[in-house]
């Protein structure tokens, strides 16, 4: 199979709306994530175009968990909209810190959380595909394929990821590094191969935010 194959095949079926619309939610996430890495916080308003961009998107290839990390995106982008605006500086930068004992437990929470609630989804997927009826369906959790599973564990992973970044925690990216490297093998294999080289660029930004992270400890 050819890179042409990879990348360009799956798009031989799309609209050029759709295409277009996945570039859009492509950019505005990396232009996000370039204001993460210079701690300025314009990284919400770009990043809420992105996520709501990805929520359709996702939602139409059947990516429940990351359709739903999406949506939590788009509301914790707003939360932490609001905490970088009572810390920023006169150019729009905040001050970053290191994780505590007690956020530790907390984003342990949250992801055991996540895991379960993004798994239940799976398991009445059958039902949502179904117009949300149970008739003639079978509900759990055997119509999963590997790429499914790998997004109950990202959607989980990124979840985390957010919650410790709107609370300017370093280790943040240690959470985005590891799940950005799972879905780009993920996209590929759903046909998304504008959001696959998207998340590429992310690893390599991910870990060029956690450098800079570091040197501005607080």
Known sequence: MTLQDIFLQPYQSYTNWEIALEFCAAFFG????????????????????????????????????????????????????????????????????????????????????????????????????????????????????WANWLDVFTTSLFLVGMWLMAKRKVENWIFWIIGDIICIPMMLYKGLGITSIQYLVFTVMAIQGWREWRKNLS
């Open 30 to 145: 990396v232009l996000s994530v370039y204001f993460s890495i210079k701690k300025n916080i314009w990284v919400y308003p770009t990043g809420i175009i992105s996520t709501v961009l990805y929520v359709y998107i996702l939602f139409r290839f059947g990516l429940l968990g990351d359709c739903m990390i999406n949506i939590y995106y788009s509301i914790m982008s707003i939360y932490g909209w609001i905490l970088w605006s009572k810390n920023i500086d006169n150019q729009l930068h905040i001050s970053v810190q290191k994780t505590t004992n007690n956020d530790k437990i907390v984003a342990t929470i949250l992801f055991v959380i996540s895991i379960v609630l993004v798994g239940l989804v799976y398991y009445f997927k059958p039902a949502i595909d179904n117009h949300f009826s149970t008739k003639g369906v079978q509900l759990g959790l055997s119509h999963l394929d």
